[in-house]
């Protein structure tokens, strides 16, 4: 799978994949150091190369949970079944930022954040997807 073109449009679509934030599935998996700290208003403006790569993969994983979920989702008639789905989805999305490697469910946000208010940023993301997913 290559992207060509991965507009901000798309980072919030995998932003609102996650959306776990208010979800009791996400409180239990939240640290406890998030817990203790304040949720800033702006994500840092400089997030470094690492991060961005460590982002990447971690929202591919992500993504192809929600790809994978989506046509269940969408061909499931019965509305706890779906809700069940929706659920089991979500705590996937999570394991997949937490299980890969350099990354925090937090930090993923906060990057997440960044591209959608920083166009600076969001090309950065944009960048590394598509050298990310276009790698062998």
Known sequence: ???RHMPVAALTAAAL???VINSPAFAQGA???QATQPIQGT????ISDKRIEAFAVAYLQVNKVRQDYAAKIGAEKDATA???LQN???KQMINAVE?????????YK???TAAQTNPEVAQKVQEKLKTTTSAP
């Open 99 to 107: 299980t890969s490697p350099d990354m925090s469910l937090e930090e």
């Open 1 to 3: 799978m290559t992207i």
């Open 43 to 46: 994500a840092p403006a400089v």
């Open 88 to 90: 089991e989805a979500n």
């Open 17 to 19: 994949s996650l959306i």
């Open 82 to 84: 779906k809700q069940k």
């Open 110 to 112: 906060s990057i997440i």
């Open 31 to 33: 640290s406890q150091t």
